[in-house]
């Protein structure tokens, strides 16, 4: 009669819900990328966000200018050094986006009902009647009944500091706008965007290549987000330009997926792209908000099959200004790390945002409480790997339990210089989900040649008791490479 209770074993034991949560050095295997901006930008509040568990630092060149950005990033690595934390630098182009110039920086009151016009001539001074922005080619993209919206950051739905408006007419180079919400517009800049309108401007601006071929390079990024990909020969036109930079040909891109021409040649873009970042806050207004999330779990699953990371933005809005996310924000979060996603990344909340730390440590949690939830044997995969490639292979298939990819250095030359490969490779497997680099010691390179010996084990190992995802008496599976064999051990350790 005993039978069938184990087929009622429940998924999550009510008890696990009511204990308190755990910290651990693995806050969760999905990865958290922070914008880093004016709220979190110091070297105390970045030591204090890699702590919380950021491994990868966004720098969105939409906002702020190479210097400020060069400064944030001497402090990243400051604090890189202050915490012993590894941490991945993440460039994030500002791409085709429309803007509306107002000049005098004063507030720009609209009342609903009322018109506004959009006008291409930037020497005009904004006001509620006239918008001046930066793009000639409006009025041919757009016609009678055509959604845009404008605001100094995206319209998340209920603010009053961003507009939707009705393009009611089309004079010559000027659009007349009916406006929807009465809002008020703050600052020198804002952003326009037209729902499903095809808008032509190259995906890679003159501006943005200025500043990968000088900062990018200077600072050689491992992840360039393209901003508003929109065919595959977006990512190839990228690739091509960093191939010819040199230092960035190992540089991985990321797609940033942002409106219906994104979505409509996705398959092709993911074919070509190393990763792919749903930009939500966008697709929010491409997309009526309930087929959103239909695209989101279709993305990430794809992505997943792909064994390619994906990135899910706009988790939690109301951090910007606030302490707590909302309920719905944090079953968001949860429902993204189910779905299978690599890593969430937190733009305004970390960027502008109040509470940048508790931002990072709260989504953290909420990661860490969906992990806890799946029952392991074996408590870590150790893989040995020169090119991350064996490493990325393994977390492809989702293990319960996290993978510590120990990156062999190998040495190579250009004829020039001898350099160890190693740290590109160890960096960019920051934003995968579950995996966990260490980067070997170049000085012994005899045991690198042969990874089983016991030492370089030895200090993975270490790594991980250290870390606590390691105990006494554990299994540990240990993937490795033996010339062209791959080998598998199950070692289990002693007291």
Partial sequence: MHSNHLLLE????????????????????????????????????????????????????????????????????????????????????????LQV????????????????????????????????????????AVKKGDTIFIGQYLFTGSETTSVWLEVDEVKDEDVV?????????????????AS???????????????????????????????????????VREARNFLSKLGDLSQTQIFAKIENVEGLTHFDEIL????????????????????????FQKAAVNKCNMAGKPAVVTR???????NLRPTRAEATDVANAVLDGSDAILLGAETFRGLYPVECISIVGKICAEVRAAIKVKASVIICF????????LIAKYRPTMPVLSVVIPRLKTNQLKWCFSGAFEARQSLIVRGLFPMLADPRHPAEHRNPTNESVLKVALDHGKSAGVIKSRD???????VGDASVVKIIELED
């Fill in 10 to 97: 429940e998924p999550i034991r009510m008890a696990s819900i009511l204990e308190p949560s755990k910290a651990s050095f693995f806050p969760a295997m999905t990865k958290i990328v922070g914008t880093l901006g004016p709220n979190s930008r110091s070297v105390e509040i970045i030591s204090h966000c890699l702590k919380a568990g950021m491994s990868v630092a966004r720098f969105d060149f939409s906002c702020g200018d190479a210097d400020s950005h060069r400064e944030t990033l001497e402090n990243l690595r400051t604090a890189i050094k202050i915490t012993k934390k590894l941490c991945a630098v993440m460039f994030d182009t500002v791409g085709p986006e």
């Fill in 101 to 140: 110039v107002n000049k005098s920086e004063k507030a720009i009151s609209l009342k609903a009902d009322a018109t506004v016009t959009l006008t291409p001539d930037k020497g005009g001074e904004a006001s509620s009647e006239v918008l001046p922005i930066n793009f000639a080619g409006l009025s041919k």
């Fill in 177 to 193: 706008c009916v406006i929807k919400n009465s809002a008020t517009l703050t600052g020198s800049l804002f952003t326009l965007h």
């Fill in 196 to 234: 499903q309108i095809h808008i032509d401007l190259p995906t890679l601006t003159d501006k943005d290549k200025e500043a990968i071929s000088s900062w990018g390079v200077q600072n050689k990024i491992d992840f360039l987000s393209l901003s508003s990909t929109r065919h595959a020969e977006d």
């Fill in 271 to 294: 074919q070509e792209a190393d990763g792919i970042i749903l930009s939500r806050g966008n697709l929010g207004i491409d997309l009526p908000p309930e087929k959103v999330f239909l």
């Fill in 315 to 321: 988790v939690v809005d109301s951090m910007t200004d």
């Fill in 385 to 392: 790997t020169s090119s991350g490639r064996a490493a990325r």
């Fill in 475 to 481: 299994r540990v599976v240990v993937c490795q490479k």
